[in-house]
Each structure stands twice: as structure tokens, then as C-alpha cells.
């Protein structure tokens, strides 16, 4: 990766750390970015969340 390139994304993860509260670490912001692309185009399934399957009854149904 060239110099200009680096420095942008750079630039680029330091801002999504800062959106974050700063509560992220590089490797968490590097990870949840990764994450997040891999899953909008397909390579990860979706994160559900949901109830668990015991806490299911009829009145959950829609």
C-alpha cells in the first residue's frame, strides 16, 4: 500500500474511533469495520438478535 493511501485510511480509522467515543481500540475499530463489510456484502450472515428460544410464547408471535 502506497504512503498516500496509508495515510488516509489512517485518517479514516481514527475518525471512526472518535465517532465511537473513543471507547474502541485500533484492533476492536479494525474489527468491527471488517466485520460490518463483510456482513453487507455477504460473507458473514447477519448478527440477529432476538429472544432466546425459551423466553418464546404466544403472545412474541406477530
Request: glycine residues 4%; hydrophobic residues 40%.
Amino acid at each position: 500500500m502506497n504512503v498516500v493511501h496509508t495515510e488516509k485510511i489512517e485518517a479514516a480509522l481514527k475518525a471512526f474511533i472518535a465517532d465511537h467515543s473513543g471507547a474502541l481500540t485500533r484492533e476492536q475499530a479494525i474489527a468491527a469495520i471488517l466485520e460490518n463489510w463483510f456482513t453487507s456484502h455477504g460473507y458473514l450472515p447477519p448478527q440477529q438478535e432476538g429472544r432466546r428460544p425459551e423466553d418464546l410464547d404466544a403472545s412474541n408471535d406477530d
